[in-house]
């Protein structure tokens, strides 16, 4: 059989699938955008995800088509297909983690609960909005956000000006997703694989803690929850990977509402930060799994393998060095904490590690995580 998975995009998402490529056997290519890139320890070719010769060139060498990123533009995606590329996800479910828009719409038909939204095109619209809840809403870009950049707390028109500003000279007919202020006691995610054929597993639901809208901690499993709130939690999960025809690993952030109820926030398919737990933490990890689900293998279990698992980002400091300074003081810290170092510059803000604990108490487990983050010089005060 033959196993070979292309990923376009070379951070460190496509880095930590690596170790399970490896494992399985599996033959693993990475596009990536420069040379130096997180996972350039799988075969690298570099080049522009934006070129469709680049991409197609680049998908006759595999045999799937699975990404570290969601910014190929769907053109390039509908391309591949039309040439017999195997690419999971597909094009029809990816363009719902690419535009916030599409996928309020999309789950709103779906009867998936969403926080009150509304698609605005002009000042005059996003006041009409404001009004109707209470003078505070928040405006996101439909495309391009990541880590809480394209979000925006908004208590007055004016400070939506720059952004409409620039909709207007982009000359497109272009328009923002606003939405209510939700009012939420945690933020929760829930992370499913799907296979092709069918096939689903589920991780149990995590409490992530965001700092600057940048993930920076992930409790596993969420501490505290009902099992009502643990079935709709997969309940959702499981309707969204169905209904968009998801393949590989689907990550659904959710907020708990201080009135029990779960709104989704975002979508994106592809391992993601709240996943990275499930190294230590799970008998498969989402890395393994996504390899498994878009190779339409069947998948692995997705028992936890400690009561706790706390993962920690390692965000690069002002005075950040290189992280392996650091390794004689922090692994001698804590022996059982494992250290995942992406291999990238330390800029400020930036994700460029994280680290994992677990155990039988949380407390524990958080506590020894976050000592090592700390003394690997980790600096969640700064704003990417
Ligand atoms: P990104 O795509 O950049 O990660 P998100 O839409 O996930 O952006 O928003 C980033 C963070 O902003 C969320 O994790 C949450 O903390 C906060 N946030 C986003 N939308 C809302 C909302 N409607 N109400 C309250 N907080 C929100």
Not at 56 to 77: C, G, M, R, S
Request: aromatic share 4%; glycine share 8%.
């Amino acid at each position: 059989m033959s196993l070979r998975v292309g990923v376009i995009g070379g951070g460190q998402l496509a880095r930590m699938m690596v170790p399970a490529a490896v494992n399985l056997g599996i033959d693993l290519r990475v596009l990536a955008e420069a040379e130096g890139s997180p996972a350039q320890l799988a075969a690298t070719a570099v080049g522009d995800y934006r070129d469709l010769a680049t991409v197609l060139e680049f998908a006759k060498t595999v045999d799937v088509i699975t990404f570290d990123h969601e910014h190929v533009p769907e053109e390039i995606l509908r391309e591949l297909v039309s040439a017999g590329h195997s690419v999971h996800p597909g094009p029809d479910a990816l363009r719902f983690a690419q535009d916030k828009l599409a996928m309020r719409r999309r789950l709103s038909e779906l009867g998936v609960p969403v926080p009150d939204w509304a698609e605005v095109r002009s000042e005059d619209e996003l006041a009409a909005f404001l009004e109707d809840h209470d003078g505070h809403a928040v405006l996101k870009t439909a495309r391009g956000g990541y880590d809480g950049k394209g979000v925006r707390l908004i208590r007055d028109v004016g400070e939506s000006t720059d952004w409409f500003r620039i909709l207007d000279e982009d000359g497109r007919g272009g328009s923002l997703l606003v939405e209510e202020l939700v009012d939420f006691r945690r933020e929760l995610a829930q992370l499913v694989a799907r296979r092709p054929s069918g096939e689903t597993r589920l991780w149990p639901v995590v409490e992530t803690v965001q700092r600057h809208g940048v993930c920076s901690e992930v409790f596993a499993p969420a501490p505290g929850t009902t099992s009502r709130l643990v079935d709709l939690a997969a309940s959702i999960a499981v309707t969204i990977a169905e209904s968009l025809d998801v393949t590989g690993v689907l990550a659904v952030e959710l907020f708990e509402t201080t009135d029990d109820r779960l709104l989704v926030n975002e979508l994106a398919m592809r391992p993601h930060n709240s996943g990275h737990w499930s190294i230590e933490g799970s008998v498969t990890s989402q890395f393994e799994q996504h390899l498994r689900a878009v190779l339409d293998l069947p998948l692995g279990d997705t028992a936890t393998r400690a009561p706790w698992t706390v993962m920690v980002n390692v965000l690069g400091g002002p005075s950040a060095g290189d992280l392996t300074d650091a390794y004689p003081k922090a692994l001698a810290d804590q022996p059982n904490v494992k250290v995942h170092n992406y291999g990238k510059e330390p800029r400020p803000g930036r994700k460029i590690g994280h680290v994992t604990a677990t155990g039988d108490e949380l407390d524990e487990a958080a506590f020894e995580a976050r000592s090592v983050a700390a003394l690997l010089g980790s600096d969640i005060s700064i704003a990417p």
